[in-house]
């Protein structure tokens, strides 16, 4: 019989844990790594290059439009791993809880850990819960670290920008951010937004698949796409131009930016991926990103400068041109 | 200049996570891999099995006589691949903070993360920091992932257990859950009693190359000795005789447990191996446990039987024996 709620013995390392487990996350998670049930998976690896990544999540609220925390941890792992050009395996999966969570709020949350693994068709190999007496941390933390495997002759990175390569994004700007804002304020924008978080392994594939000129992927999470080209420009010791006028913002994250105050380019994204590829080759990975269920609306949004290296500068509509620094200060805490 | 205080912009992605990973975990944790600064760190795998694990730490308080959180997470996760008979080789590393953690605390952290892995021989290749806002959970929390190859030839397993096995254990029981409660309670036993938490693959290194009667490797930790033999009993189908005379107990944890009401055989250890071993080999392998500074006062403490499959049981000084059950309700939240 499960309870209705998580109890402090859920995370003892006794009985109940061991119930937990079985009854909750295996039932959900079956693969024969975790039917092990020992101290760490055994897992095979043929030799090679990896990506490793680990990431925690502590998003509020942990439902929000378009995913919760479950998806959210499964999605940001599996996206950090494609960045590198790999093809995600393995995530282990490391639950903080706070006693007192209701137990539908787990199975919830479980469930779309399952569904979102096996939309990306990575295993969940390894876990750990915890829980922390009530009123010491805040409903659900989770943890996901990743290893994935980097096909032969794949080189992406944040290094590896390079003057004249076309800047392309799979889509719309903030969703994540609104969506998780005006969920925990309680705003209502009545505009039916949604959290973009997806799993972009199969569009990285795809992409990387078009043409070995594919240098830098990266995803514009927290910090937003400002700050994550600002990366890309310091590590490749390039400048960045961006095409204000070409980048895709939906219109409820514009009004919404604008009534709070909030640049769409520092907001965080959890499906979306910039792509920095040579502009002999961006028409042909454009049509392969709009093709593709999570580019649909890909747009070509910038182009990489040997001028102004480990800058990024906004075109603007109507003709000027300004520094676009990384982010300073925290716009919204805890969006993931 | 770095503040004197976590603040939330350490955990926005923007400017002063950037400060705070280049001037603080870099300098700690200089390696290749970290240095690549991307989403993943990219590292190079022979073939083989390996092992995989993941382990939050949530231990109250986060500084303990023995260690602190940031030894206990590293050395926790290298003792889980150990079990594995793997060497550890990687780890993740993603930092929780409470907004306002004083500086200081990080900073002595991840010194001890440091430490623990140069001592280990073990590399951090990969960190996320998030930060919550003050109050919505306490200090610090962190996991740690991590990697290890499994050399040819080793099969080790909780389900590897086999009638006749001698049981060992590589010295005194429960140090670290004592040690923990004392210092959280404010307790002063004037004992000078520390925490076990140290890295196990030295040890765990020499006992596999000293034959390979090895069977069961298994860490003692949540739930203690009694919870870990209960896994081994049920996942190798196999009854557990437990000598009660045998049993390694410092005179403080013994004077401790009396005084609360607590279960040595239900207390965290963090520095502790159970071993089932061929009861021929048992004696060469107590010898090689002996000379290592994790092992000095390793005893054979039981043995594995026919009888009884997935029970352990106690046979008490008195020449009784009682059934000792996995760990029912949480004796201390918190421990590790």
Redesign the interface.
Known sequence: MTPNQI???H????????ELVHDLFLKRLNNK?LR???????????????????????V?PIFFPGGNIGSLAVHGTI???C??G?VPL?L?????LEEGLPMEDLIRIMDSVSEAAQEAGVKV????T????KG???KV?I?T????S?PEGVEV???NGRPGDLVLINGDIGDHGIAVLSSREGLDFQTGLKSDSAPLNGLVSAVLAAGSRVHVL??P???GVA?ALN?IAG?SKVGIHLFEEALPISKPVMAASELLGLDPLYLANEGKCLIAVDPKAADAVLKVMRRHRYGRKAEIIGQVTEQNPGRVLLKTRVGGTRIL???????L??IC
Not at 38 to 55: E, I, K, M, N, Y
Not at 130 to 133: D, I
């Open positions: 109890t402090l013995d995370g003892a390392g006794g009985q109940a844990s061991h790594f092990q049930m020992d101290d760490s998976a055994v897992v095979d690896l043929t030799g090679g290059r990896f990506a490793v990544t680990t990431d925690s999540y502590v509020d996206n950090d791993l960045m590198q790999a393995y282990t999966l490391g639950l903080i190999v390894a876990g750990d915890k829980v922390v007496p010491k941390m805040d933390f943890n670290a990743g290893i994935g980097i990175g944040s290094h990266r995803d999470t927290r910090g700050t990366e590590q620094s990384m982010l300073t200060g925290d716009q805490p805890r």
